[in-house]
């Protein structure tokens, strides 16, 4: 199994910026994809950016252009560089990753808070 550990979340005013890291536990070439997720109070999960082994990137529309995904594979570590934050990218966000054949196993961080608000 994969532990995550996510860090640098924060309190951030509109228009601001912050980075996240994603720690994985075992090197990043065994593992397919990692992506950020985050989940705001009273809505669903959802998808903000994902980047496969082969490098390949892709963000929901909410976040196209103000974010961005990378790695460093040196580090195993996953980061999330956010711009321009709005108060609706207040949420809690998670990191997770896809291994094994067919990507069959998924592993979770335990979420950091991100509050955009002044």
């Known amino acids: 199994q994969v532990q995550l550990v996510e860090s640098g979340g924060g309190l951030v005013q509109p228009g601001g910026s912050l980075r996240l890291s994603c720690a994985a536990s075992r090197s990043m070439l065994t593992i397919n994809a990692m992506g950020w997720y985050r989940q705001a109070p009273g809505k669903e999960r959802e998808l903000v950016a994902v980047?496969?082994?082969?490098?390949?990137?892709d963000y929901a529309g909410s976040v196209k252009g103000r974010f961005t995904i990378s790695r460093d594979n040196a580090k195993n570590t996953v980061y999330l560089q956010m711009n321009s934050l709005k108060p609706e990218d207040t949420a809690v966000y998670y990191c997770?990753?896809?291994?094994?054949?067919?990507?069959?196993?998924?592993?979770w961080g335990q979420g950091t808070q991100v509050t955009v608000s002044s």
């Open positions: 980047i496969t082994s082969g490098g390949n990137t």
């Open positions: 997770k990753c896809d291994y094994g054949l067919g990507s069959r196993f998924h592993s």
